[in-house]
C-alpha cells in the first residue's frame, strides 16, 4: 500500500452507509479516470492556488474532478492537522468555549441517549447519525449552540428553518440553546423524532 493510500483510509464517526459512500469515492476515482491517487496528489500539488476551496474549483476546471473526489484527492494530498481521522482534535479545536461545550455535552448525551447513533467530528459541526444524520451542533458566538434537526421547521414552535448552515441538507430546522438546561425533554423528543427518521 502506497504513503497516500494509507492516508486516504475512510474517515472513523461514519456511519456504515457514509463509508460504503467514502470507499466508492475513492475506488472509483482510478476506473474513471484513469489516475492512481498517488498520480492524482501529483497533480494537486502542482495547484497555483492556496485556498481549499481555489484548489476545489481548479481541479475540477482543469483536469474535469468533480466535488467530492477533489476534496479526496486534496485531503491526501494536502493532509490538514485537523483531519476527519482525529476526531478529538477536531471536537476539541471546534468546542474550545465552556459555555458552548457544556451546551454541546448536553446535546451529546441526549443524541447518545438513542440507540445506534454515530458522531461525526467535522471541522466546523458535530454531527449525529443513524443510517443518515439526524442532527449536528456548531457554537456561536457568546457561547450558545445551534442545533440542527432533520424535522421540520413546525414541529415546534422554537424551530426556525436554517439559513446558510453546512450541516446535511436533511436537517430542516434550527434551534439556537442558550444554556445546558436548555436541552430538556422536548429537545430530547425532537431528536427522537429526527432519530426515528434516520
Given at each position: 500500500?502506497?504513503?497516500?493510500?494509507?492516508?486516504?483510509?475512510?474517515?472513523?464517526?461514519?456511519?456504515?452507509?457514509?463509508?460504503?459512500?467514502?470507499?466508492?469515492?475513492?475506488?472509483?476515482?482510478?476506473?474513471?479516470?484513469?489516475?492512481?491517487?498517488?498520480?492524482?496528489?501529483?497533480?494537486?500539488?502542482?495547484?497555483?492556488?492556496?485556498?481549499?476551496?481555489?484548489?476545489?474549483?481548479?481541479?475540477?476546471?482543469?483536469?474535469?474532478?468533480?466535488?467530492?473526489?477533489?476534496?479526496?484527492?486534496?485531503?491526501?494530498?494536502?493532509?490538514?492537522?485537523?483531519?476527519?481521522?482525529?476526531?478529538?482534535?477536531?471536537?476539541?479545536?471546534?468546542?474550545?468555549?465552556?459555555?458552548?461545550?457544556?451546551?454541546?455535552?448536553?446535546?451529546q448525551?441526549?443524541?447518545?441517549?438513542?440507540?445506534?447513533?454515530?458522531v461525526g467530528q467535522r471541522k466546523a459541526v458535530t454531527a449525529f447519525s443513524r443510517k443518515v444524520q439526524f442532527a449536528a451542533a456548531r457554537p456561536v458566538k457568546g457561547g450558545t449552540v445551534m442545533l440542527g434537526l432533520a424535522v421540520e421547521p413546525t414541529a415546534d414552535s422554537r424551530l426556525e428553518a436554517p439559513k446558510n448552515e453546512s450541516w446535511s441538507e436533511r436537517l430542516k430546522a434550527r434551534m439556537p440553546l442558550a444554556s445546558p438546561a436548555a436541552v430538556d425533554a422536548s429537545v430530547a423528543a425532537l431528536l427522537k423524532q429526527a432519530w426515528e427518521r434516520s
Open positions: 500500500m502506497t504513503t497516500a493510500e494509507t492516508k486516504a483510509k475512510a474517515p472513523s464517526g461514519l456511519t456504515p452507509r457514509q463509508e460504503k459512500w467514502f470507499a466508492s469515492v475513492q475506488a472509483s476515482l482510478e476506473r474513471d479516470t484513469g489516475k492512481t491517487i498517488d498520480e492524482w496528489v501529483a497533480i494537486a500539488k502542482t495547484c497555483p492556488e492556496t485556498r481549499p476551496r481555489a484548489r476545489t474549483q481548479w481541479l475540477k476546471e482543469h483536469h474535469g474532478l468533480g466535488v467530492n473526489r477533489a476534496a479526496h484527492v486534496l485531503s491526501v494530498a494536502f493532509p490538514s492537522d485537523m483531519r476527519w481521522d482525529q476526531p478529538e482534535k477536531l471536537r476539541d479545536a471546534l468546542w474550545t468555549d465552556p459555555a458552548s461545550r457544556a451546551i454541546f455535552e448536553a446535546v448525551t441526549a443524541a447518545t441517549a438513542l440507540p445506534e447513533v454515530v
